[in-house]
């Protein structure tokens, strides 16, 4: 069965460090695709990346960065140099489409960012 | 061009009462899911309608939920007998065909039974 897991719950930093969110994922499946998606104060997820499972390069955008391995089943995420307007709850999702019988997409439980000025 | 809007953006209803929250997909999205935000449950899935198939149902916790979408486009998530432990956010989102590909959320309708 799929599953996210985001092991930290709660992250607070200063403004301008570096901070990395963590996902693990279970799947059964070959094919499968991966998302991070940013839910601000304001309570709209926006959309962040998508990753599929036969594309295990790194991607950077602007301070945003995404480190994938399937070794680890990880998918982790990166802000360098964080800003108060990173605040947010960040969520790791997985969708196994239709090999894993059901469209629809899991999510992790989130992890809520605090960036302090 | 116009993303995903539902409506109403909040609901408050009484115990018994039977609600309906509509959403309204981004054009030319043949893809359209539900799903459910509420504090300690994170995001639930719900349901998920794909162009003329028969939707998934497979995430509607109770025969109380249902959901019907019209000409491809227009989504109504109702809710029959509300209970209280049916409070919560409903999230819509649609994407371009299926789950492979990113879907683009609505603001929600934050639903509270008293």
């Known amino acids: 069965a799929q599953k996210v897991t985001q092991a930290q719950t709660e992250i607070s930093v200063v403004e301008k460090e570096d901070v990395t969110l963590d996902c693990v994922y279970e799947t059964r499946d070959t094919t499968y695709y991966l998302f991070w998606y940013k839910q601000p104060p304001s309570g709209e997820l926006v959309f962040l990346i998508r990753r599929n499972s036969f594309d295990e390069q790194n991607e950077i955008s602007g301070r945003y960065s995404w480190n994938f391995q399937k070794s680890t089943s990880s998918f982790n995420f990166t802000i360098t140099a964080s800003q108060v307007v990173d605040s947010a709850v960040y969520f790791c999702a997985l969708s196994e489409g239709l090999q894993g019988g059901s469209e629809k997409l899991v999510f992790g439980k989130g992890t809520k960012l605090t960036v302090n000025p | 061009g116009a993303g995903v809007s539902q409506s109403p953006s909040n609901k408050v209803t009484e115990k018994g009462k039977d609600v309906e929250l509509r959403c309204d997909p981004i054009s030319g999205h043949t893809a359209l899911y539900w799903y459910r935000q509420s504090l300690g449950q994170g995001l639930e899935f719900l349901i998920y309608f794909q162009g003329n198939s028969a939707p998934d149902k497979s995430g509607l916790p109770s025969d109380r939920f249902s959901a019907e979408r019209t000409g491809g486009s227009v989504s109504t998530l109702t809710i029959q007998r509300t209970q209280q432990e049916d409070s919560a956010v409903y999230l819509c989102?649609?994407?371009?065909?299926?789950?492979?590909?990113?879907?683009?959320f609505g603001p929600g309708t934050r639903l509270t039974v008293t």
């Open positions: 989102a649609s994407s371009q065909t299926n789950s492979y590909y990113e879907q683009y």
